[in-house]
T-cell receptor
Framework: AQSVAQPEDQVNVAEGNPLTVKCTYSVSGNPYLFWYVQYPNRGLQFLLKYITGDNLVKGSYGFEAEFNKSQTSFHLKKPSALVSDSALYFCAVTLRSGATNKLIFGTGTLLAVQP | SQTIHQWPATLVQPVGSPLSLECTVEGTSNPNLYWYRQAAGRGLQLLFYSVGIGQISSEVPQNLSASRPQDRQFILSSKKLLLSDSGFYLC?????????????FGPGTRLTVT
């Protein structure tokens, strides 16, 4: 069965420092991987995705993520955190087949950036 | 460009009352449509998805139902609300040709059942 794990409920980082939000996945085939961000009382916003090719994916707002097949991970990173990056972040996975595009979401990681 | 709308934005309903939440998508044709519920501000639970008009798949047995009367309209309903139906309801869409592709989410409806 497909699953996604976000091992940290919360990540605290000082403004200007690099940030990492961790995600590991378990699927029986080759995955498509996604990161979303959610601000309070808002819908989820798409940040970036890995489909194939370069393992380092760049997305919106300066975020990037690195796909590591051997470690089955897809960690979200940003070189310099902003207070405005404080939000709830979700990792998601789907298989490379299937017309319904169903996503399996992690439980979310709350990112808190202190000024 | 594509836009997804949900209404109402917030709703307070008594236990036992009916429910109707609406989601519409603009700027695309024949999208896949999804309903999620987010409880306690965290985990997302997929409730229903639809690959076309009148085609609804349910992910979990529950007090809710969904319908897709038009290509870009997705409705979430209940005949009698339970306290446990409270939560943040999110609608999403994705393209259908090829894929899988990312899903795009609406602004959500905050439902409180009292």
């Amino acid at each position: 069965a497909q699953s996604v794990a976000q091992p940290e409920d919360q990540v605290n980082v000082a403004e200007g420092n690099p940030l990492t939000v961790k995600c590991t996945y378990s699927v029986s085939g080759n995955p498509y991987l996604f990161w979303y961000v959610q601000y309070p009382n808002r819908g989820l916003q798409f940040l970036l995705k890995y489909i194939t090719g370069d393992n380092l994916v760049k997305g919106s707002y300066g975020f990037e993520a690195e796909f590591n097949k051997s470690q089955t991970s897809f960690h979200l990173k940003k070189p310099s955190a902003l207070v405005s990056d404080s939000a709830l972040y979700f990792c998601a996975v789907t298989l490379r087949s299937g017309a319904t595009n169903k996503l399996i979401f992690g439980t979310g990681t709350l990112l808190a950036v202190q000024p | 460009s594509q836009t997804i709308h949900q209404w109402p934005a917030t709703l307070v309903q008594p236990v036992g009352s009916p429910l109707s939440l609406e989601c519409t998508v603009e700027g695309t044709s024949n999208p896949n449509l999804y309903w999620y519920r987010q409880a306690a501000g965290r985990g997302l639970q997929l409730l229903f998805y639809s690959v076309g008009i009148g085609q609804i798949s349910s992910e979990v047995p529950q007090n809710l139902s969904a319908s897709r009367p038009q290509d870009r309209q997705f409705i979430l309903s209940s005949k009698k609300l339970l306290l446990s139906d409270s939560g943040f309801y999110l609608c999403a869409w994705s393209v259908t040709d090829g894929g899988p592709y990312e899903q795009y989410f609406g602004p959500g409806t905050r439902l409180t059942v009292t």
